[in-house]
């Protein structure tokens, strides 16, 4: 082989080899893959990438309601579930229709920090696949929008995250905070950007800024508190974003604390020896909840892997673990909805999709593959979804 070609590949094994090493929850080698392939996936996302270059993110300045606090910059969103009373003539109190979503959360925030998150990470990854800095710029522009910029900057909090009309003084509520779980999935496109020289030592001080004060907020505030002890999926989720925020502000000390207590306090109490979730089987898409719980503890585990510490192979005395949450999904691969002896009232086809990158994430903690024979009947070999870079 030529010497000037091995050279370059031990170099790109070393770089694969140093990004994994950082706490993510994407495959490096993935997203690697799909750049020297040129695959549909990593054309899609180059072409969504150019559409974001010359569009425009809403803020939280935006949103054409004022929380009460009288401060737009006051991240405010609206409980999915929730309706107006029809038995009310003004609608007041909302109440709760599970799995039901009211179309009204898009006139907050909730949809625009979605969008803004798949921005930033959208052109990171343009911008890894090719190298070319206008990718780079334009997220560089984007994160200081949200979150430097004073005139148009979230506030560090989430006070009315998930509001319900008619209840609670129009305050937040601990669910609020699953709002910025994107921002973890950004993390990891944020780190890509940082061979840019357009992502400045000034950016990056200023998020870390950001991300410190949002944490103190989640570890101190009664809401922060609230979801903090949250006993489904939301307290995975809280415990995910606390660790992978300290990771990247470097505040260690926490992230270890966190991804240490994570099988005691989450795994093991969520997961029943069976496999079984009781808490999301518990919802009128108790499917979809429980591939949505088992991903965040596969994020989790990832996060922690990166740290040598190993929480996907973590089992209780009684046999809770990950492994055992698929396997009792397992037998429902595939097979039609009827045959699920739990309520799934929508999206059947797609959450079956989501279970099958579910495993093929799992295998990343195998030594040999587990589950790609399963998962491979379902999952076309190619395509332009995110997670075919992704994962």
């Not at 401060?71 to 309706?83: A, E, F, L, Q």
């Not at 039901?100 to 949809?111: A, C, T």
């Not at 997961?271 to 591939?291: C, D, H, K, M």
């Amino acid at each position: 082989m030529n010497k000037r070609i091995s050279l370059l590949i031990t170099f790109s094994i070393l770089c694969i080899t140093l990004l994994q090493s950082q706490p993510r929850i994407w495959n490096m080698k993935s997203i690697e893959d799909a750049r020297i392939s040129n695959s549909e996936a990593a054309k899609a996302v180059i072409r969504e990438a150019d559409k974001n270059l010359s569009a425009t993110i809403l803020t939280v300045m935006d949103k054409p309601l004022t929380p009460p606090s009288g401060n737009k910059h006051d991240y405010m969103s609206m409980g999915r579930y929730w309706w107006p009373d029809p038995t009310k003539a003004d609608g007041l109190p909302y109440v709760r229709r599970d799995g039901v979503v009211n179309p009204e959360i898009d006139k907050l925030d909730r949809i625009p920090l979605s969008k803004f998150t798949r921005n930033v990470y959208t052109l990171s990854l343009a911008y890894y696949m090719t190298n070319d800095d206008k990718y780079a710029t334009k997220a560089v522009e984007n994160l200081r929008i949200w979150f430097v910029n004073k005139d148009t900057k979230m506030n560090p909090n989430m006070n009315f995250g998930q509001t319900i009309p008619g209840r609670n003084e129009g305050k937040g509520r601990g669910e609020g905070v699953l709002d910025t779980y994107s921002f973890v999935e950004m993390l990891d496109g944020i780190e890509l950007l940082k061979s840019s020289k357009k992502f400045t030592k000034a950016d990056n001080e200023a998020l870390k800024d950001w991300f410190s004060a949002y944490i103190d907020w989640m570890l101190t505030s009664e809401i922060g508190k609230e979801e903090n002890d949250a006993k489904n999926n939301h307290g995975v989720a809280f415990d995910i974003q606390v660790t992978r925020y300290a990771l990247f502000v470097g505040k260690e000390d926490i992230a270890h604390k966190f991804i240490n207590e994570f099988p005691e306090k989450r795994l093991f109490k969520q997961i029943e020896p069976n496999g079984s979730q009781p808490l999301e089987l518990a919802r009128t898409t108790a499917f979809g909840y429980s591939v949505f719980n088992l991903n965040h503890f596969i994020d989790m585990a990832k996060i922690a892997k990166s740290l040598y510490i190993d929480v996907f192979n973590a089992t209780s005395s009684d046999g809770r673990n990950i492994t055992k949450a698929i396997e009792f999904l397992l037998p429902y691969l595939g097979k039609p909805q009827t045959e699920f002896p739990y309520q799934q009232i929508k999206d059947w086809e797609k959450v079956q999709t989501e279970f099958c990158w579910a495993l093929k994430r799992a295998d990343e903690f195998s030594a040999k593959p587990v589950y790609t024979d399963i998962y491979s009947k379902i999952l076309p070999a190619s395509g332009k979804d995110n997670n075919y870079i992704l994962y």
